[in-house]
């Protein structure tokens, strides 16, 4: 029973570390005003760009690198139509979601002819395992050495990055200047113009932040979790992201908090499969993989209570005369 609580939490990281980190660059984005529900197609073209670039050069960085890029372009994309010209952003990120969904594997047909996947990447051209010090001599140490060993070492790179992540994006957030002007931009941004500071370029900063986290957690999708892209391969992760935004209230540890909890329920889900339950018998792979999406919905629905998002989210801001 310990060792499979430890796999199950073993696994939970790892499925979380990409909701972790796309809740994060939704939080950048929603605190300043901008709603972010383009989240999904960044990640689908930073998964895309990621094993492309990675299959092509066999560098990771490289493809981390291209991943990233892609979502920022994606982002001040997004920016450019609802900043500059104040266009609805729920259109502007559905719009750019589509396009992601085509693109990629329109591109991956084009390029590598093979149904819009990119080729398996190789151990050298993906992220894998780091060991930690010490994890093998601990390893047959009852309790601790299974903890330490299972637990907390044996992750990538990005699964590392993402949990390092909550505590540097709550320092930006309640500690820095940046971070009171980005609130105050999604809260108020008529008193940020009126100190003379441009709302824009607060809100554009924050996109551009948003994209280089949503590039990150579509790199991990295909370098890192997987070895390689497959078409819709973010299968609404992205959406899941925004849902665990929500349930934490816009706030960096609660929405870590709500990415461990999805990532828990997911993990939960694949221990289930083929798994024969007493009066019940074998579960469909079907019910199973549909079971965190259904748990996501009832308890946004029912369980955080009242979410109040920043009073100026949605809101194209137009500057006092």
């Not at 998964?47 to 670039?53: C, D, E, R, S, V």
């Not at 979601?97 to 990119?118: D, I, K, Y």
């Not at 892209?229 to 540890?253: D, E, H, Q, T, Y």
């Not at 870590?256 to 694949?270: P, Q, W």
């Amino acid at each position: 029973m310990f060792e499979n609580i430890i796999l199950i939490l073993d696994a939970t990281l790892r499925v979380s570390a990409p909701l972790i980190l796309a809740a994060l660059a939704g939080l950048f984005s929603e605190r300043s005003g901008i709603v972010n529900i383009a989240l999904e197609g960044k990640m689908l073209s930073a998964a895309f760009a990621a094993a492309a670039t990675a299959s092509i050069t066999g560098s990771v960085w490289l493809g981390l690198l291209a991943g990233i890029a892609v979502s920022v372009m994606l982002s001040l994309v997004h920016g450019f139509a609802t900043i500059t010209h104040r266009g609805d952003q729920i259109v502007s990120g559905v719009a750019i979601n589509m396009l992601a969904v085509g693109l990629t594997v329109t591109l991956g047909r084009f390029w590598f002819g093979l149904g819009g996947q990119t080729p398996a990447l190789t151990d050298e051209s993906r992220f894998t395992a780091i060991t930690l010090p010490g994890a093998d001599a601990l390893a047959d140490v009852p309790v601790i050495g299974m903890i330490y060993s299972q637990l907390f070492s044996g992750h990538n790179f990005l699964v590392y990055l993402s949990l390092f992540a909550v505590p540097a994006v709550y320092w930006i957030v309640y500690k820095t200047r940046f971070g009171l002007r980005l609130r105050a931009a999604g809260e108020n941004p008529h008193a940020v113009d009126t100190a003379g500071i441009s709302v824009a370029w607060i809100r554009y900063r924050a996109l551009i932040i948003a994209g280089v986290l949503a590039g990150m957690a579509g790199a991990y999708l295909s370098t890192a979790h997987s070895a390689g892209f497959v078409p819709n391969m973010s299968a609404g992760k992205g959406f899941i992201a925004l849902a665990a935004l929500i349930f934490g209230k816009w706030k960096p540890v609660p929405v870590l908090f709500g990415c461990l909890l999805f990532g828990f329920l997911d993990a939960i889900a694949i221990r289930l499969q083929g798994v024969e339950l007493p009066l019940v018998g074998e579960i469909p792979v079907q019910a199973i993989e549909v079971l965190p999406y259904i748990l996501t919905v009832l308890l946004l629905a029912g369980f955080i209570g009242r979410a109040v998002g920043p009073k100026a989210i949605g809101q194209p801001y137009v500057k006092s005369r």
